[in-house]
């Protein structure tokens, strides 16, 4: 029914910059807060930044300054643009979005639920 497909993620030496896209699709009415996180190997998911519909922001304190998430609603994307990357940046991102799905027919839209990404690799060279 939906589908969220991230792309972007890569190798990029420590500094450098990546920005990573997710894009939903399918039967959707409206999507609420979007999200990024990631898991680093032999650690748990972590929340990285998360934007509301109307755009507001929050970011986990070890990427504020060098992270910016934003979306375009028209487009049911969310971006996260990394700068000044470093090593312990790397890890899988995932984006994630709480969302509305569209009615089945003519009828009221459908319930709420959350999606998820299948990942993308970021890896940062030292």
């Known amino acids: 029914q939906v589908q969220l497909v991230e792309s972007g993620g890569g190798l990029v030496q420590a500094g450098g910059s990546l920005r990573l896209s997710c894009a939903a699709s399918?039967?959707?009415?409206?999507?609420?807060?979007m999200s990024w996180h990631r898991q680093a190997p032999g650690k748990q998911r972590e929340l990285v930044a998360v934007?509301?519909?109307?755009?507001?922001?929050m970011y986990e304190d070890s990427v504020k300054g060098r992270f910016t998430i934003s979306r375009d609603n028209a487009k049911n994307t969310v971006y996260l643009q990394m700068n000044s990357l470093k090593p312990e940046d790397t890890a899988v991102y995932y984006c994630?979005?709480?969302?509305?799905?569209?009615?089945?027919?003519?009828?009221?839209?459908?319930?709420?639920?959350?999606?998820w990404g299948q990942g993308t690799q970021v890896t940062v060279s030292s």
């Open positions: 994630n979005a709480n969302l509305q799905l569209g009615p089945p027919g003519n009828g009221p839209p459908g319930s709420w639920s959350t999606y």
């Open positions: 399918g039967r959707i009415f409206t999507i609420n807060n």
């Open positions: 934007i509301s519909r109307g755009g507001s922001t």
